[in-house]
């Protein structure tokens, strides 16, 4: 990302007077702190400064953030990702809420002819408990979010672009697949999953230097 003059300044500010508010920066520089409020945002989620309420401003050093940064965006999701716990369409609700206890897992995803069809979750299944729904006669089918509303990622996709997707769609998991062609048309298969205990799993081994 390349900053503009402006954006220079704020930083060299912010670095030799740390902690410091965005109306004192914009003091310093004789703007106002609405002119001044764009460029903050962008530093502040390049990962440039550091925002911190009721404080102010703070310089981040680059060196290790670079690092890290450089190291997600290279690795890709297949090293990481851990097996996937599927079930199929024809199963029922009970065998869908004894499969998320016994592998305890917040996620299961559904899948029919042995491609991705579905996920369902804990909290679907804690709805449908609460209703009226034979547990064990109605297929998972019924409560499952479908394949059009479903994000995924693939084995060669980042571990970065991961992280983004799991943060912005605040989802707990993706089902990692392949796409694969059957006369002509695109099923997904599920070869794994990528959950916020990889990313958590990943960041600890990089704070011990792993």
Same mark, same amino acid.
């Not at 062609?181 to 695109?186: A, L």
């Not at 704070?207 to 792993?210: R, Y």
């Given at each position: 990302?390349? #900053?503009? *003059?402006?954006?220079?300044?704020?930083?060299?500010?912010?670095?030799?007077?740390?902690? $410091?508010?965005?109306?004192?920066?914009?003091?310093?520089?004789?703007?106002? @702190?609405?002119?001044?409020? %764009?460029?903050?945002? /962008?530093? =502040?989620?390049?990962?440039?400064? !550091?925002? @911190?309420?009721?404080?102010?401003?703070?310089?981040?050093?680059?060196?290790?953030?670079?690092? =890290?940064?450089?190291?997600?965006?290279?690795?890709?999701?297949?090293?990481?990702?851990?097996?996937?716990?599927?079930?199929?369409?024809?199963?029922? /609700?009970?065998? *869908?809420?004894?499969?998320?206890?016994? !592998?305890?897992?917040?996620?299961?995803?559904?899948?029919?002819?042995?491609?991705?069809?579905?996920?369902?979750? @804990?909290?679907?299944?804690?709805k449908t408990t609460m209703g009226k729904?034979? #547990?064990?006669?109605? %297929?998972?089918?019924?409560?499952?979010? @479908?394949?059009?509303?479903?994000?995924?990622? !693939?084995?060669?996709?980042?571990?970065? !672009?991961?992280?983004?997707? $799991?943060?912005?769609?605040?989802?707990?998991?993706? %089902?990692?697949?392949?796409?694969?062609?059957?006369?002509?048309?695109?099923?997904?298969?599920?070869?794994?999953?990528?959950?916020?205990?990889?990313?958590?799993k990943l960041f600890l081994e990089l704070?011990?230097?792993?």
């Open positions: 990302m390349e #900053l503009n *003059a402006r954006q220079y300044k704020i930083l060299d500010i912010v670095k030799n007077n740390q902690p $410091i508010t965005g109306e004192e920066i914009a003091q310093k520089l004789n703007l106002t @702190r609405a002119t001044l409020r %764009p460029d903050l945002s /962008i530093l =502040t989620m390049s990962g440039l400064l !550091e925002a @911190r309420p009721r404080v102010g401003y703070f310089y981040v050093d680059k060196g290790f953030t670079n690092i =890290t940064g450089d190291y997600l965006k290279k690795l890709k999701v297949g090293e990481v990702k851990s097996l996937p716990i599927v079930i199929t369409e024809g199963q029922s /609700i009970y065998e *869908a809420i004894v499969t998320l206890f016994l !592998e305890d897992v917040g996620t299961i995803y559904v899948v029919k002819d042995g491609f991705l069809s579905g996920v369902v979750s @804990r909290k679907d299944l804690l729904a034979n #547990l064990e006669t109605t %297929p998972v089918d019924v409560v499952m979010t @479908r394949l059009s509303h479903i994000i995924f990622v !693939e084995e060669d996709s980042s571990v970065y !672009e991961a992280i983004k997707k $799991i943060i912005n769609y605040q989802v707990d998991s993706l %089902p990692v697949v392949k796409k694969v062609i059957v006369d002509g048309k695109e099923y997904l298969e599920v070869v794994g999953r990528f959950t916020k205990t990889n990313i958590a704070a011990e230097g792993k």
